[in-house]
Each structure stands twice: as C-alpha cells, then as structure tokens.
C-alpha cells in the first residue's frame, strides 16, 4: 500500500481518533495536534503496516505512543528547569543590562541609618539580626533580657521611621 492510498483509509479513523486524543489531552488544540502527528507518523510508516489488519488500532497505538513520549519529554523538560529555578542569587552574575546604582543608595541609606541609632541599640540590634538570640545578646552585654528586647524595638522603630520614605515610595 503507497503513502497516498494509506492516507485516504487513515483519514476516515480522524474523528474516532480525536475522540480518543481528546481523552489524553484534556485539550481540544492539542487533542488535534496529536491527531495530526499521528496521521503522519502513520503516511511515513505506512509501508511497516501489515494489509489486513485493523488501521484504526494500528493508529491508537502511534497516538497512545506519541503522546507518552511527548509527556515525557514535557515532563523531562520541566525537571531541567526546576533545577533552574533552584540556583540561588548567591551563584548568579549580576547582569550586565541591570543597573546597581539604586541598590547602592538604598544599602547607603541603610547603613546610615544604622549609624544613626544609639549604639545602646545597634548592637544588639545587629546581633539579633545576625541570628543571636535575645539570651545570648543579654549574656554577652551583660544586660538584662527584657533590656535587650527593648533596645531591638527601639531600633527597630527608629530605622522603620529614617527608612519611612522607601515604605511611602512603595505605596
């Protein structure tokens, strides 16, 4: 059998084949992307078709097939880029398209304003910042821990009130 007269018994299995695509797909768009693919995986494998026997299951088994090897890959392709997405900022370059001028105003008005606050506050501030617990801040300042608390709210308002213009600026 040639390619042409093949393509003529295929066509009449398109509905019933779409029907079943359509089962797969859960899409109608791709429901008749795979029909289309398998109606010419079987126009190019025809002369592997055994006269005789049943062209449609013949056919269901190419879509049942494409379709596997196509999820497959789909799924294969998403794993890649899952990996992707998990590289941290630390590992990436910072692009050369990105200006870093406003990130550096903004860690200058930090720093700032940090510097503006009472040492009294700063540091233990910056401890707790640095993953310190209010126990060990107490215990290395030798002050009490309620103390501790305290100071870091303090510090805590007083950069919440100088950095006050980024949160507007937000809005």
Not at 98 to 110: K, R
Not at 142 to 165: D, E, M, S, W
Request: glycine share 4%; hydrophobic share 35%; charged share 25%.
């Amino acid at each position: 059998m040639d390619q042409h007269e093949f393509s003529l018994i295929a066509d009449r299995y398109s509905t019933s084949l779409h029907s079943n695509a359509l089962r797969f797909t859960q899409d109608d768009d791709e429901a008749k992307d795979l029909v289309q693919e398998t109606l010419l995986k079987g126009v190019r494998f025809c002369h592997k078709f055994d006269e005789g026997t049943n062209v449609k299951a013949w056919l269901y088994v190419i879509m049942k097939n494409t379709y596997i090897n196509s999820y497959r890959q789909a799924k294969r392709r998403q794993e890649v880029i899952q990996v992707d997405d998990e590289i941290s900022s630390a590992n990436l370059m910072s692009s050369a398209s990105t200006n870093s001028g406003e990130s550096t105003f903004v860690m200058n008005d930090i720093e700032k304003a940090m510097q503006s606050i009472p040492e009294n506050y700063r540091i233990p501030f910056q401890r707790y910042f640095e993953g310190y617990k209010y126990e060990e801040i107490a215990v290395q300042m030798n002050i009490p821990l309620g103390t501790v608390k305290t100071h870091i709210h303090q510090a805590r308002h007083l950069l919440k009130k100088y950095l006050n213009k980024y949160r507007e600026g937000a809005k």
